[in-house]
Nanobody, 125 residues
Framework: VQLVDSGGGSVQAGGSLRLSCAPSGNTGSRYCLSWFRQTPGQEREAVAVISKDGTTDSADSRKGRFTISKDKPKNILYLQMNNLTPEDSAMYYC????????????????????WGKGTLVNVSA
């Protein structure tokens, strides 16, 4: 399976973006879907995850502003990002894993199996 992430762009602070991730194959066996972010010189960090049963978890720094969801019939993963700040600027990657647990902490520690190529988000002040 390949993941194609999109939806990034340039917005002003306070704006919103919705990222999308469409798999080219069947992700049904992948238990955990997620969004990660990475800035230059930093490691990728999980932003939000969603398990196969729809349970979600988000990084504390973005709870209340970022929402992960998935369209099951279309098999598309989304990340709705509201009230963006310049600190949210980063390359965002969708990812899938067939492992548990599906939490931000666990995925930061144990990683993911499949990655998208990333979509760039730039938030200006």
């Amino acid at each position: 399976v390949q993941l194609v992430d999109s939806g990034g762009g340039s917005v002003q602070a306070g704006g919103s973006l919705r990222l999308s991730c469409a798999p080219s194959g069947n992700t049904g066996s992948r238990y955990c879907l997620s969004w990660f972010r990475q800035t230059p010189g930093q490691e990728r960090e999980a932003v939000a995850v969603i398990s196969k049963d729809g349970t979600t978890d988000s990084a504390d720094s973005r709870k209340g502003r970022f929402t992960i969801s998935k369209d099951k019939p279309k098999n598309i993963l989304y990340l709705q990002m509201n009230n963006l700040t310049p600190e949210d600027s980063a390359m965002y990657y969708c990812a899938a894993a067939g492992r548990t647990p599906c939490t931000v902490q666990a995925r930061n520690k144990y990683g993911m199996d499949v990655w998208g190529k990333g979509t760039l988000v730039n938030v200006s002040a």
